[in-house]
């Protein structure tokens, strides 16, 4: 079945980078945009940015540009998410969603906590 | 960026009864391909989102005909029309236009 398996949790100390990683499996890895969203604890959904597999072409939120960079593996059917110089407030579940017109498909989450 | 103002923000139901949450969307979200990008998210405690409507009014796949979605423009309405006890959790709308993304802030859905 379509899904995508997001990896395991990380703890990450002020300054720190994170690397997230989501694999996709049951359907054609290029042909589909894939985007990242946050949620910090207890908060709404937050857009972070979108890559499109077939080239890797990327858009991300003002708000995190140049700290966040998305790449792609099509060898693999993974894209990862890195966000640098990390800060308390970027504490949250960030989950990696397939668009097919619409966020039809999203991974479980990985919970990312920053603290010195 | 396109703000999306959700009301209201908690909504208390009874089971059985109907439900109602509105969207409002900072300016049009007619694409210029001339669909309307606009879907309802359902996210259950605990659990990530999942999509229920897109384009303003199509359920997706294995969503019970109770939720339904309407709407034009800037303004939106998703209606579930007898409210069960696994509708609780909070409701998001969400545009896409212009190559972004936004959501609204979110309604949570309590029964009384």
């Known amino acids: 079945q379509v899904q995508l398996v997001q990896s395991g949790a990380e703890v990450k100390k002020p300054g720190a980078s994170v690397k997230l990683s989501c694999k996709a499996s049951?359907?054609?890895?290029?042909?589909?945009?894939m985007h990242w969203v946050r949620q910090a604890p207890g908060q709404g959904l937050e857009w972070m940015g979108m890559?499109?597999?077939?080239?890797?072409?990327?858009s991300y939120a003002q708000k995190l540009q140049g700290r966040v960079t998305m790449t792609r593996d099509t060898s693999t059917s993974t894209i990862y998410m890195e966000l640098s110089s990390l800060r308390s407030e970027d504490t949250a579940l960030y989950y990696c969603?397939?668009?097919?017109?619409?966020?039809?498909?999203w991974g479980q989450g990985t919970m990312v906590t920053v603290s010195s | 960026d396109i703000v999306m103002t959700q009301t209201p923000l908690s909504l208390p139901v009874t089971l059985g009864q109907p439900a109602s949450i509105s969207c409002r969307s900072s300016q049009s979200l007619v694409h210029s391909d001339g669909n309307t990008y606009l879907s309802w998210l359902q996210q259950r405690p605990g659990q990530p989102p999942r999509l229920l409507i897109y384009?303003?009014?199509n359920r997706f796949s294995g969503v019970p005909d109770r939720f339904s979605g309407s709407g034009a423009g800037t303004d939106f309405t998703l209606k579930i029309s007898r409210v069960e006890a696994e509708d609780v959790g909070v409701y998001y709308c969400m545009q896409a236009t212009q190559l972004t993304w936004t959501f609204g802030q979110g309604t949570k859905v309590e029964i009384k």
């Open positions: 384009k303003i009014s």
């Open positions: 049951g359907y054609t890895f290029t042909s589909y945009y």
């Open positions: 969603v397939r668009d097919n017109s619409a966020f039809d498909i």
């Open positions: 890559i499109y597999p077939n080239g890797g072409s990327t």
